[in-house]
């Protein structure tokens, strides 16, 4: 296996692992689990999550992978923009709940191309993502507490889902449940 191969794998892991992490942080929120959700604190959980997706686009980019790339940017891009928006704790919800539809359509085609490629539990948590953001960006629309508690169980069961998959990467497990390899 060459080296852009090892470094487009890693990064697939890395993404699968901290977006399953972002997801199930994201689904607790909205779902309202917990005693006590502090906005400044779920900021700096999501740009640190930010941060390391940030790492996998540029492993994607130096292995050579642009639709890997460009995937995991929108992801990073939802996560700067809510941690950014917590941490300071001032937003246009308008504009957020405007690049949740974008990102939710977006997740879509790239759930269509994962299935078309075999890769079937990729294209399954994908399926999931989409759904989870679109719903997202409905709850942020119609201000839905149900809404929003429906997005964050979407949510949990997408991280669940990204979790999988990152173990089935370390594993090198092969498709449908596996990544076609770079």
Do not use: C
């Not at 900021?43 to 980019?61: K, N, P, R, T």
């Not at 759904?131 to 949990?156: D, E, K, M, P």
Request: net charge neutral.
């Amino acid at each position: 296996m060459s080296t852009a191969s090892i470094m487009a794998l890693a990064a697939t892991d890395l993404v699968y692992v901290v977006g399953g992490a972002m997801l199930m942080t994201v689904g607790g929120v909205n779902m309202n689990l917990g005693k006590k959700n502090e906005p400044r604190d779920l900021g700096i959980v999501f740009i640190s999550g930010g941060i390391m997706l940030l790492i996998g686009v540029l492993f994607d980019v130096m292995a050579g992978n642009p639709l890997s790339a460009a995937a995991t940017a929108v992801f990073d891009a939802i996560l700067w923009m809510i941690g950014i928006a917590a941490t300071i704790g001032k937003s246009n919800l308008f504009a957020m709940n405007h690049v949740l539809l974008y990102s939710g359509i977006y997740f879509l085609f790239v759930t269509v191309l994962a299935g078309l490629t075999g890769q079937i539990l990729l294209a399954l948590a994908l399926l999931f993502l989409a759904f989870q953001v679109l719903t997202g960006a409905l709850a942020g629309y119609r201000a839905s507490a149900r809404l929003h508690w429906i997005s964050g169980l979407l949510a949990i069961i997408d991280g669940v889902l990204f979790l999988i998959l990152g173990a089935v990467v370390s594993l090198g497990v092969p498709p449908p449940l596996g990544i076609i390899p770079p």
